[in-house]
């Protein structure tokens, strides 16, 4: 038997909030038995694809014999300014259960409307002091059914907010912000986009590359295991962007979505998110895809940073792509360029020209923000200054 004819597997890494994690065909029906009884339940969703792909009506099957009111409208990327909406709704109806059903976005958006329910405060200040919340008794419980393997927001804490009206994306977390439960079904993803599929495989890949290419550390299995999910990604992502209605193509990119970022390996490692913290400047001026935001930056950064990780780049080139017979300058360099030939596999553009005529002057005003709240050492090598991050995204360009 296939591991992904398992049914329900429990993956956690915080011992204190564990996530029952449902995977597989139709867990959606285990819903009504993992709702709390007498849960008067928020079901949170965004544009509408569930309408579309029958993931509502699944849902909402099981709902019946508890009090739901709707929120749909959670955007790519959530806003602030939305997810407020939500929270008054909460606290207007005294719901005590949240139900996200679809992507990170979504999942994200209701780690934020969990912590803000009961906040004492401006919820904003949740996000512009990067309050870390600990108390389960301060959030309000949710569940999770996963429609866009992606982000890995299904199982871990973390979630990421753009405020609208400043144009920025901030991050929230800690570990009372961990789904009670998360659903994820593989056949979702035969009707998503291609866009969306896309997303997906560099999302997950990014995220292991953030835990990965940091300098030698002697955590020898976290390597190993990173280097597993780097080389499926490789095998199976064009694949699976083809055709996702292959079912065991389906589950291995979901479930490697998962593991980029569900903790595991992060633990005991040091991690360098310095590429996710400029990609998401792009994102919130441009509106740029995430994932896309990630495939712009990351292979600039590691060459401007090629010093502080050249040993890690060659270990990266020689173990996940092969390249043997150069010395480790070389090794590196040659990774680089395979890395960013497999986002354009993908059909992935690397540059934010791809995207923008209005880059001129991003550069200056990402690391002008930077400046303002602080961040004057990004990276594993707190040695992404300001200037450093001005020439990692001039070379973006």
Same mark, same amino acid.
């Given at each position: 038997?296939?591991?992904?004819?398992?049914?329900?597997?429990?993956?956690?890494?915080?011992?204190?909030?564990?996530?029952?994690?449902?995977? $597989?065909?139709?867990?959606? &029906?285990?819903?009504?038995?993992?709702?709390?009884?007498?849960?008067?339940?928020?079901?949170?969703?965004?544009?509408?694809?569930?309408?579309?792909?029958?993931?509502?009506?699944? #849902?909402?099957?099981? /709902?019946?014999?508890?009090?739901?009111?709707?929120?749909?409208?959670?955007?790519?990327?959530?806003?602030?300014?939305?997810?407020?909406?939500?929270?008054?709704?909460?606290?207007? !109806?005294?719901?005590?259960?949240?139900?996200?059903?679809?992507?990170?976005?979504?999942?994200?958006? *209701? =780690?934020?409307?969990?912590?803000?329910?009961?906040?004492?405060?401006?919820?904003?200040?949740?996000?512009?002091?990067?309050?870390?919340?600990?108390?389960?008794?301060? *959030?309000?419980?949710?569940?999770?059914?996963?429609? /866009?393997?992606?982000?890995?927001?299904?199982?871990?804490?973390?979630? %990421?907010?753009?405020?609208?009206?400043?144009?920025?994306?901030?991050?929230?977390?800690?570990?009372?912000?961990?789904? =009670?439960?998360?659903?994820?079904?593989?056949?979702?993803?035969?009707?998503?986009?291609?866009?969306?599929?896309?997303?997906?495989?560099?999302?997950?890949?990014?995220?292991?590359?953030?835990?990965?290419?940091?300098?030698? !550390?002697?955590?020898?299995?976290?390597?190993?295991?990173?280097?597993?999910?780097?080389?499926?990604?490789?095998?199976?992502?064009?694949?699976?962007?083809?055709?996702?209605?292959?079912?065991?193509?389906?589950?291995?990119?979901?479930?490697?979505?998962?593991?980029?970022?569900?903790?595991?390996?992060?633990?005991?490692?040091?991690?360098?998110?310095?590429?996710?913290?400029? $990609?998401?400047?792009?994102?919130?001026?441009?509106?740029?895809?995430?994932?896309? &935001?990630?495939?712009?930056?990351?292979?600039?950064?590691?060459?401007?940073? !090629?010093?502080?990780?050249?040993?890690?780049?060659?270990?990266?080139?020689?173990?996940?792509?092969?390249?043997? $017979?150069?010395?480790?300058?070389?090794?590196?360099?040659?990774?680089?360029?395979?890395?960013?030939?497999?986002?354009?596999?993908?059909? #992935?553009?690397?540059?934010?020209?791809?995207?923008?005529?209005?880059?001129?002057?991003?550069?200056?005003?990402?690391?002008?923000?930077?400046?303002?709240?602080?961040?004057?050492?990004?990276?594993?090598?707190?040695?992404?200054?300001?200037?450093? *991050?001005?020439?990692? %995204?001039?070379?973006?360009?």
């Amino acid at each position: 038997m296939s591991i992904f004819e398992k049914k329900t597997i429990m993956l956690n890494f915080d011992l204190y909030n564990p996530v029952h994690y449902y995977f $597989g065909k139709d867990q959606e &029906t285990k819903l009504a038995q993992l709702i709390p009884a007498g849960a008067r339940v928020l079901l949170a969703y965004g544009g509408g694809s569930i309408f579309k792909n029958g993931v509502y009506d699944k #849902v909402k099957a099981q /709902l019946t014999g508890f009090e739901c009111v709707e929120f749909g409208g959670i955007e790519p990327n959530p806003r602030f300014e939305t997810l407020i909406k939500a929270v008054n709704l909460i606290r207007e !109806h005294d719901l005590t259960f949240i139900l996200a059903v679809g992507g990170g976005s979504v999942i994200d958006g *209701v =780690k934020f409307i969990s912590a803000a329910v009961h906040f004492q405060g401006d919820p904003i200040q949740i996000l512009r002091e990067r309050i870390l919340f600990t108390d389960p008794t301060k *959030v309000v419980p949710f569940g999770t059914v996963l429609t /866009l393997p992606a982000t890995g927001s299904e199982m871990n804490s973390g979630a %990421v907010v753009t405020i609208e009206a400043t144009h920025e994306k901030l991050v929230l977390g800690g570990s009372a912000l961990f789904p =009670k439960f998360s659903i994820a079904d593989p056949t979702v993803i035969a009707s998503l986009p291609l866009r969306q599929l896309q997303n997906g495989v560099v999302d997950a890949f990014t995220h292991v590359m953030e835990q990965y290419l940091t300098y030698q !550390h002697g955590a020898l299995l976290q390597d190993r295991i990173a280097e597993g999910v780097l080389q499926t990604l490789v095998e199976i992502g064009p694949a699976v962007i083809a055709n996702p209605s292959d079912y065991p193509l389906a589950s291995n990119f979901m479930w490697c979505c998962t593991m980029a970022l569900n903790g595991l390996l992060g633990k005991g490692v040091p991690v360098d998110w310095a590429t996710h913290m400029i $990609g998401h400047e792009l994102t919130a001026k441009f509106e740029i895809d995430h994932a896309r &935001t990630l495939a712009i930056i990351g292979p600039n950064l590691y060459r401007v940073m !090629h010093q502080e990780k050249e040993a890690k780049l060659a270990q990266y080139g020689r173990r996940v792509w092969n390249i043997q $017979g150069f010395s480790d300058a070389e090794t590196a360099n040659v990774a680089i360029d395979k890395t960013v030939a497999f986002f354009q596999e993908l059909g #992935v553009p690397t540059k934010l020209s791809d995207y923008t005529d209005q880059f001129e002057g991003t550069a200056e005003l990402i690391a002008a923000r930077f400046v303002e709240r602080g961040w004057l050492a990004l990276s594993d090598s707190q040695k992404v200054t300001p200037e450093k *991050v001005i020439e990692i %995204v001039k070379m973006s360009y």
